[in-house]
């Protein structure tokens, strides 16, 4: 028996088959692009990501020389806030609007002076800032005001994983994780949010159905079938956001770990046993998820510029190195990790703030952005591309100390994503941290949560802990040095002295 975990992502999607070990059978992979018509608009085209989702799906079963037919389930993991207003036959209307899209700053502003952030927070759980204009309900609004033919045609109002069921299995479902992303969903009742439906004037009928993760929906289609490669009569699975199945598949399943999933962007969670809620999670950005596991939640913050600023270098700064990486078939992101790691600790005091589409938690801040800072004629290549490493690692930091203050434990990080492949980045982390880091044996985490849950909903495993037992084992361990947590407390101090003199400059800006 397979399971297929699919992971969409913002930039590429992943789909990977395993076995009831958690082990790897078979995996894809496709890119797609982001588009950006204008400079605050960030937009994915829903045919380029089907496209990319039914070749990844057909290329994983070609890869593996799989039986499809052994492929029992499918579940799926996505990218949160980014919806997709689909007409009646399930045709989609307007380009989908990313976390990144910030167009509805207006729509933002009009839900803090009419609602309330502390409100809506109180329902929902996500902080709601002006200056970070992310979530699914300000973005429906603006499409309201400036697209209202296209608000007219819209049937519903789908996220990723809903558009995937549909195309799938004809049933448009959401699970409460993804549910709560769009800030629309009473993360306590576990339903759509009467209240701020009815204020911000939207129809609880252009939303779709919400089930909680792990549950069987449906079946795939003969037509997903032809598209797909997998056979027609495939269970389809509820997933998850796809942050909480990644901390699935890291195995958290309770308070303690902590995990950091380095993608596109880098986020930080922990799993909350009892809901811990406080306004100042809210000013910092902090947002409360329904967890993927029944009646757990999930505490989320993020830097919305984590991997991706080396995929930024990699596509501006590294031809060569390309170059070089195809010529041996090797990551190029190996190479450049290989030589930031010739670069001296503190990158010969060359730092970087690594706010490349603002500044996440715990400062929460649009209008920052990416700064080099301490250049001179010393510095090279190598102490640039360590300088993007440890600036993103200050920001984990800073990440674990605001969640620390709350009084939640962070016993270990346990690093998944792209960016969990690096050893030289990987011991960064715990040194910079001062913490014990965990590779797990499956970086890809969020396909590897997606198919637990597939499992769980055939019955294969009782639930999540069985699941983790079975799937979950540590690849390698870094522990922190002394030596090099001294030295880089120096550097990090000076880091967080640079972060609140500069940002000032962006805060009195108009760029």
């Known amino acids: 028996m397979y399971l297929m975990g699919l992971d969409v992502g913002t930039t590429g999607c992943k789909a990977v088959i395993f076995n009831l070990e958690g082990r790897i059978v078979s995996s894809a992979y496709r890119e797609y692009n982001l588009y950006h018509r204008r400079i605050e608009w960030s937009e994915l085209n829903p045919d380029e990501v089907w496209n990319a989702i039914r070749e990844t799906i057909r290329a994983s079963i070609k890869n593996g020389k799989v039986n499809p037919r052994r492929i029992e389930a499918l579940s799926t993991s996505v ?30 502003r ?37 697209e209202p033919e296209i608000y007219k045609r819209t049937y519903m109002f789908l996220c990723w994983e809903d558009y995937i069921n549909l195309k799938l299995c004809g049933r448009p479902v959401i699970d409460y994780s993804l549910a709560t992303r769009t800030m629309m969903f009473d993360i306590k009742r576990k339903r759509w949010a009467e209240d701020i439906l009815e204020a911000a004037g939207i129809d609880e009928n252009l939303l779709p159905e919400v089930h909680p ?28 956001h796809d942050q909480p199945c990644g901390a699935l598949g890291a195995g958290i399943t309770g308070s303690g770990p902590l995990m950091d999933a380095t993608g596109t962007v880098e986020c930080v969670a922990t799993v909350q046993n009892n809901l811990i809620m406080d306004r100042k999670m809210r000013t910092q950005g ?16 993020f830097n919305p510029s984590g991997g991706v600023i080396l995929r930024w270098f990699r596509d501006n700064f590294a031809d060569k190195e390309r170059r070089e ?16 790691s010739g670069a001296s600790q503190g990158s010969l005091g060359l730092f970087l703030l690594p706010y490349f589409e603002g500044c996440g938690t715990p400062t929460f801040n649009r209008k920052m952005k990416g700064t080099f800072i301490g250049f001179t004629l010393a510095h090279g290549r190598r102490e640039v591309i360590r300088a993007i490493l440890e600036g993103l690692t200050y920001e984990l930091r800073r990440n674990i100390e605001a969640i620390r203050e709350y009084g939640i434990e962070v016993s270990e990080i346990r690093a998944i994503g792209g960016g969990a ?84 400059i962006f805060n009195d800006s108009n760029f």
Request: proline share 3%; aromatic share 12%; net charge negative.
């Open 286 to 301: 902090f947002a409360i998820h329904c967890y993927v596991i029944k009646d757990r939640y999930f505490m989320f913050g």
């Open 110 to 146: 009009w839900l803090e002076e009419n609602l309330g952030a502390d409100e809506i927070y109180r329902i929902t759980g996500q902080p709601l800032m002006s200056s970070m204009p992310i979530y699914t309900l300000p973005k429906i609004k603006w499409l309201r005001e400036n």
């Open 213 to 240: 993760s792990g549950e069987v929906i449906g079946e795939l289609n003969g037509e997903a079938a032809d598209e797909t490669g997998l056979a027609e009569g495939t269970l389809i699975i509820t997933g998850g």
């Open 79 to 108: 990218l949160g806030e980014a919806f997709i207003p689909i007409d009646r036959n399930g045709n989609w209307l307007y380009w989908s609007m990313t976390t990144f899209d910030a167009r509805a700053k207006e729509q933002t």
């Open 325 to 340: 990486a195809e010529k041996l078939g090797v990551d190029v992101y190996d190479i450049l990790t290989e030589e930031a």
């Open 421 to 504: 492949k690096s050893d030289f980045w990987l011991k960064l982390k715990a040194d910079i941290t001062k913490t014990r880091v965990v590779a797990p044996d499956v970086t890809e985490a969020a396909a590897l949560g997606a198919a637990a849950l597939a499992a769980i909903g055939i019955g294969a495993y009782k639930d999540a802990e069985e699941a983790v037992n079975r799937i979950y084992r540590e690849r390698k361990v870094y522990m922190p040095d002394e030596e090099a947590g001294r030295t880089y407390d120096e550097y990090y101090n000076t880091y967080k002295r640079i972060h609140e003199r500069i940002k000032g």
